[in-house]
């Protein structure tokens, strides 16, 4: 294990620069190519195989490829279901819209608040 987390610091070390860049033209923007090559590094990390890596920057760009259509995916299924209350007429509010919303946040308000229950009642708090 000592000597994957070498590997893989030398690998990062040498190739990161270049595959932020390429994950930011995938993406559209650094930021976001950053945090795709942070998930293509906890994939290799996290891999089962204990086969060599006979091309390990090729390996990298394939696997920040492939971090970056998951994201692309992520983000577009997540632009999909947002609302725009700023674009939301009357007409649009009158069958119980925004209503539906706020009754949805204050069920997701009120799971964040149990799941910290829990977490109190399992440290023994």
Do not use: C
């Not at 942070?38 to 492939?66: C, G, M, V």
């Not at 674009?87 to 509010?93: C, F």
């Amino acid at each position: 294990m000592r000597t994957l987390n070498i590997w893989l610091a030398d690998l990062f070390r040498r190739h990161n620069r270049d595959a932020v860049r390429f994950a930011a033209r995938l993406v559209g923007d650094r930021d976001s190519g950053e945090e795709v090559v942070q998930n293509a590094w906890l994939r290799i990390s996290a891999r089962d195989n204990a086969a060599p890596i006979e091309h390990p920057k090729t390996y990298l760009f394939a696997a920040t490829r492939n971090a970056a259509i998951d994201f692309t995916l992520r983000r577009q299924r997540e632009w999909s279901r947002r609302v725009d209350f700023d674009a939301l007429t009357d007409a649009d509010l009158a069958d119980g819209t925004l209503a539906a919303y706020e009754h949805r946040h204050q069920l997701a308000r009120l799971a964040v608040y149990l799941n910290g229950i829990v977490k109190l009642t399992e440290l023994g708090a």
